[in-house]
């Protein structure tokens, strides 16, 4: 069985432990079609709370990094890429859980897609695009230049070959019938592809959530 973990953000000894796993995961497995990000991005998605992990047998083996890329101290627009993604085991399916379990993090806390832009940059026609415009009917979008500012500030400009999506409203809701259709007893669920369950252990998550009434405000 997999287990699904976070990182508590205000637990420094948990924190650093989980960040050299995953550094040490993704150095051991990398991707040469994409650009390595900054150290500073990486760090700060762990201090967010804002990273999910998998472990296979104790070992680690996929990651998925959320950057957060808003202005510091702007708190009317806040701007979120669905960033590295780095899945050895279970492939796409895993992959779309992950997407999935971000999602709905954003929507637990309340926010709103016309203030939260959750977005993701892919290549065209890749495996990646497949699971996020098919299969979470994410939508093509041009950034706009304050995003774009600030990703070239965080050492990683758009790249005008590869494709921006975004999340909209259906995408958010949509999240929590994906992981309920899933779950199978406790913190238990299945893989959306193959015969593999995994356990959750996210310090944010209990399965009560899924059956709750959560209402997107309107912005």
Same mark, same amino acid.
């Given at each position: 069985?997999?287990?699904?973990?976070?990182?508590?953000?205000?637990?420094?000894?948990?924190?650093?432990?989980?960040?050299s796993?995953?550094?040490?995961?993704?150095?051991?497995?990398?991707?040469?079609?994409?650009?390595?990000?900054?150290?500073?991005?990486?760090?700060?998605?762990?201090?967010?709370?804002?990273?999910?992990?998998?472990?296979?047998?104790g070992?680690?083996?996929?990651?998925?990094?959320?950057?957060?890329?808003?202005?510091?101290?702007?708190?009317?627009?806040?701007?979120?890429?669905?960033?590295?993604?780095?899945?050895?085991?279970?492939?796409?399916?895993?992959?779309?859980?992950?997407?999935?379990?971000?999602? &709905?993090?954003?929507?637990?806390?309340?926010?709103?897609?016309?203030?939260?832009?959750?977005?993701?940059?892919?290549?065209?026609?890749?495996?990646?695009?497949?699971?996020?415009?098919?299969?979470?009917?994410?939508?093509s979008?041009?950034?706009?230049?304050?995003?774009m500012?600030?990703?070239?500030?965080?050492?990683?400009?758009?790249n005008?070959?590869?494709?921006?999506?975004?999340?909209?409203?259906?995408?958010?809701?949509?999240?929590?019938?994906?992981?309920?259709?899933?779950?199978?007893?406790?913190?238990?669920?299945?893989?959306?592809?193959?015969?593999?369950?995994?356990e &959750?252990?996210?310090?944010?998550?209990?399965?009560?959530?899924?059956?709750?009434?959560?209402?997107?405000?309107?912005?």
């Amino acid at each position: 069985m997999l287990k699904l973990k976070s990182v508590n953000p205000y637990d420094r000894y948990e924190k650093d432990i989980a960040k050299s796993r995953v550094k040490s995961f993704l150095a051991d497995n990398p991707n040469p079609a994409i650009r390595q990000r900054l150290e500073l991005e990486v760090d700060k998605a762990f201090d967010k709370g804002l990273a999910l992990y998998v472990e296979d047998g104790g070992e680690v083996c996929g990651c998925s990094l959320i950057y957060d890329l808003s202005n510091e101290g702007d708190y009317r627009f806040s701007y979120q890429e669905l960033g590295t993604m780095r899945i050895v085991k279970n492939g796409l399916g895993l992959q779309e859980m992950l997407a999935q379990i971000h999602l &709905f993090q954003f929507l637990l806390d309340g926010g709103h897609p016309d203030q939260v832009t959750i977005f993701a940059v892919v290549s065209p026609h890749s495996p990646s695009e497949h699971v996020l415009r098919d299969n979470l009917v994410m939508k093509s979008w041009n950034p706009v230049q304050d995003l774009m500012d600030l990703r070239a500030r965080s050492g990683c400009p758009f790249n005008p070959d590869k494709q921006v999506l975004r999340a909209d409203v259906n995408c958010w809701s949509n999240s929590q019938h994906f992981l309920k259709k899933l779950h199978k007893h406790d913190y238990i669920f299945s893989c959306p592809k193959g015969d593999t369950d995994i356990e &959750f252990d996210i310090s944010w998550f209990h399965p009560c959530q899924l059956d709750a009434d959560i209402l997107i405000q309107e912005s």
